[in-house]
């Protein structure tokens, strides 16, 4: 591992053990952007001694990370009085601003610029380790999978004692859900989708070893024993979206296989899918009959979700907004004026539950244009990786969509990009396409894994 890589995996461990807590959990988030100064700071001091190892970052790459940050830095401009009254849903702004004689003042497009700024602030964390995955050589890419791995497994092993001490024991974070599985999180989706993730990276790290001295029998072993765990852990989440995600998972890596030249036909691929299927299946008739587990079989019992009311109150408050959005991370703001009084309860809604629909009022019509650009970007990645790959979908690039997927899926029915260790993992992800198949610095046929 060179020393960039060894700075990468250093903050990628702090991101994806102190960044789990979101919002509500400002210390830690604080402590992983300092993580990440400290990172910063190390990176270029040793890339200005070995500056022969250095390669040109991807354009698309500066593309998306310039629009994630140029988003909340443009809505905390200041503006004049007779601009920000005029955008729609500030009336109450203004009326209040006016009665203590501050109606003249400049203000910004967003209705809680501290809320705005925060959101900067854990954005930058997010385009470095994006940026910097793309400079990483193929043995760093390998020490990446390492730490995933690893940090995963020691998350499942505090799951255990979670499981195991009661609803209140081994938890990190005072706001977290009590009674499942959620390792270095303060959310169970959360905990789902970095399981997820661990277990593509396991893939990835297991191919990498066969495709340099062979897939033995123990390697294989040790693969399906560790994806047996985070199956296992998975299930303890009581995640819906991400135990149904596993299916997903499981494709992608079966593509991976085939990419690699390990011999998973179509009728085994089949095969696999569907002993995966069983197992989720048998597990969920188990876990039914089964006094001490059977909330997670009865998770899947939509009937009482509350998910439904949240958007069509969201979509009340994106018409409040549009076409200004009310500003990046405002959304508590912004969305309780437009809550139903019939739905109210003694919960606080802090998200969406759509990371779509959530974006899509903090940001207004600038939504759909940043996911338009981010999709072109991320194609152009894909491109610039499959040719520079030979012409094929190597088990890198297919890491990066199946987590991309994951992700993208996921925020359906969630906001998994609002957890700085899932964002970190997500950037990761997207930086290493920029990386793939660029090696000119690196040894051809032996090197050393991480």
């Known amino acids: 591992m060179t020393r960039k890589g060894a700075v990468f995996c250093a903050f990628l461990v702090v991101a ?43 354009r ?71 940026l910097a995955a793309s400079q990483l050589e193929r043995r760093d890419r390998t020490a990446v999978a390492v730490a995933i791995v690893l940090v995963s497994l020691a998350g499942a092993g505090l799951g255990v004692l979670q499981m195991a001490g009661g609803p209140e024991e081994f938890r990190l974070y005072e706001k977290a859900h009590r009674g499942w599985l959620v390792a270095f999180h303060a959310n169970r989706n959360a905990a789902a989708d970095g399981l997820l993730i661990a277990s593509l990276a396991m893939a990835v790290w297991t191919l990498g070893r066969a495709l340099r001295h062979g897939l033995s029998a123990t390697g294989l072993g040790i693969f399906a024993i ?69 909330q997670v079989a009865e998770r899947f019992d939509a009937t009482s979700d509350f998910r439904t009311e949240l958007w069509t109150d969201t979509l009340t408050a994106i018409g409040v907004f549009f076409p200004a959005g009310s500003g990046i991370g405002t959304f508590a703001e912004a969305f309780l004026p437009s809550e139903r009084l019939e739905v109210l309860d003694d919960l606080f809604p802090n998200r969406a539950h759509n990371d779509y629909l959530e974006f899509f ?13 981010g999709l072109f970007c991320l194609i152009s990645l894909v491109r610039s990786a499959y040719r520079a790959s030979g012409g094929v979908f190597s088990p890198q690039i297919l890491f990066s969509l199946g987590v991309l997927l994951v992700i993208a899926l ?32 690196e040894p051809e046929k032996t090197e050393e894994s991480g």
Do not use: K
């Open 60 to 130: 698309a790459l500066y593309a998306l990370a310039g629009v994630a940050i140029a988003l909340p830095l443009i809505q905390l401009l200041p503006m004049p009085p007779a601009l920000w009254q005029a955008l729609p849903g500030r009336e109450a702004q203004a009326g209040a601003l006016a009665a203590i004689g501050e109606g003249g003042s400049w203000r910004s497009l967003s209705i809680a610029p501290h809320a705005t700024f925060a959101s900067l602030l854990a954005i930058l964390p997010v385009a470095g380790a994006m």
């Open 361 to 373: 009022l903090e940001a207004g019509i600038l939504a759909p244009a940043a996911l338009l650009i």
């Open 410 to 441: 996921h925020s359906i029915v969630d906001y998994p990009l609002r957890n700085m260790a899932i964002a970190v993992l997500t950037g990761t992800a997207v930086g290493l396409l920029g990386s793939v198949g660029r090696s000119r610095f």
């Open 226 to 294: 560790v994806q047996a765990v985070f199956l296992i852990a998975l299930i303890m989440t009581g995640s819906r979206a991400g135990i149904a995600l596993c299916l997903v998972v499981v494709a992608i890596q079966l593509a991976m296989f085939r990419s690699a030249g390990i011999g998973v036909g179509r009728r085994r691929s089949i095969a696999w899918l569907a002993g995966v299927f069983a197992i989720l299946a048998a597990s969920f008739a188990w876990l039914s009959s089964a006094s001490r587990l059977s």
């Open 16 to 58: 994806m053990v102190l960044g789990g807590g979101g919002s509500p959990s400002a210390l830690p988030e604080v402590l992983v952007q300092l993580g990440f100064a400290a990172a910063f700071v190390l990176w270029f001091a040793w890339a200005t001694v070995d500056q022969a190892g250095m390669r040109a970052v991807p």
